[in-house]
Nanobody, 127 residues
Framework: VQLVESGGGSVQAGGSLRLSCAASGYAFDANCIGWFRQAPGEEREGVAGIYTAVTNAYYVDSVKGRFTISRDKSKNTVYLQMNSLKPEDSAMYYC??????????????????????WGQGTQVTVS
């Protein structure tokens, strides 16, 4: 199983980016997929999660109303649309997959220990 993130970059405050997490080696059609971020000197935090079977979505409070997580089953890809970006959104963004089939995200959507597969990350810088 491989997860590859893309779409990061540098943007001015108020701008938008769309991150992609492409999975290969496993069809994540009913799995919990999460986006996490980590800024230098800070702990990694969950940003958004999605249960890919029915697109139940979860967000950390700081991004609600600005970020949207979605999935394209045909492409086995999960997206994170980020609008109204702020400097405090600057971080390395990672996607992660829980390979347990038909397991909802639920309240533990941001619990890192449930995710057995991680991408290499994509950098987002907001100035």
């Amino acid at each position: 199983v491989q997860l590859v993130e893309s779409g990061g970059g540098s943007v001015q405050a108020g701008g938008s980016l769309r991150l992609s997490c492409a999975a290969s080696g496993y069809a994540f059609d009913a799995n919990c997929i999460g986006w996490f971020r980590q800024a230098p000197g800070e702990e990694r935090e969950g940003v958004a999660g999605i249960y890919t079977a029915v697109t139940n979505a979860y967000y950390v409070d700081s991004v609600k109303g600005r970020f949207t997580i979605s999935r394209d089953k045909s492409k086995n890809t999960v997206y994170l649309q980020m609008n109204s970006l702020k400097p405090e959104d600057s971080a390395m963004y990672y996607c992660a997959a829980d390979s347990r089939h038909m397991t909802y995200c639920g309240p533990s959507w941001s619990y890192e220990g449930r995710f057995g597969h991680w991408g290499q990350g994509t950098q987002v810088t907001v100035s």
